[in-house]
Each structure stands twice: as structure tokens, then as C-alpha cells.
């Protein structure tokens, strides 16, 4: 199984990023897909997370209202839009798999992130 994260980058405060997830070696449709993110010597938080079909979805309060996840199970991607960024996103953004819906890091299949830096 490989997820692979990209469209990361350094972006000033109220720019807007989109990030995919393109996923290969598993059954992407039979998966959860949620976002994560990390900063250094912090534990990884929850960003967003969208169920089998993309009908369900949830969002940490942090960013609701903002981000946008979805989802193309004909192209095996997951997508994050991220608008009005502001500084304290700035974090390395990962994404995962797992067969049942959480908001926890107890993910099975995990990529390799991608930074995301937004400056004031």
C-alpha cells in the first residue's frame, strides 16, 4: 500500500492550498481517508477525515469552515482544500487509510507528508 501526499508549500496567510492523496495497492473505495498534521515535538493532531463514499466527513474545530476534504474513488485520490490559511496551520500534513471511520492516529496505512508553511 502506498499513499502518497503532495501539494504542499509555503504560502503567505489567507492563500488558499489544495493537497491530494493519491493511493495505490489497496481497495480505495473500501477505505476511510482522513488528513493529519504534525509539528515538531507536538503529537500528530486530527485534520479531517471522509468516509467510503464521501458523504460523511468530519473536521477538527481548527479548521471548520476552512478546509474541505473529498474524495475521487474512480481516480483512488483524496483531496484537502485549505483556504484562508493562517500561521498555526503550518505543519507537515499527512494522510491515511483505515477501514472504520476515527478521528484518532490509529490509522493502518499512513503517507509520507508534506509540508505545509504559511507565514504571516
Request: proline share 2%.
Amino acid at each position: 500500500v502506498q499513499l502518497q501526499a503532495s501539494g504542499g508549500g509555503s504560502v503567505q496567510a489567507g492563500d488558499s492550498l489544495r493537497l491530494s492523496c493519491a493511493a495505490s495497492g489497496l481497495t480505495f473505495s473500501r477505505y476511510v481517508m482522513g488528513w493529519f498534521r504534525q509539528v515538531p515535538e507536538k503529537e500528530r493532531e486530527f485534520v479531517a477525515v471522509v468516509n467510503w463514499d464521501g458523504r460523511t466527513t468530519y473536521y477538527a474545530d481548527a479548521v471548520k469552515g476552512r478546509f474541505t476534504i473529498s474524495r475521487d474513488n474512480a481516480r483512488n485520490t483524496m483531496y484537502l482544500q485549505m483556504n484562508s490559511l493562517k500561521p498555526e496551520d503550518t505543519a507537515v500534513y499527512y494522510c491515511a487509510a483505515k477501514r472504520t471511520i476515527s478521528t484518532q492516529p490509529e490509522y493502518d496505512y499512513w503517507g509520507r507528508g508534506t509540508l505545509v508553511t504559511v507565514s504571516s
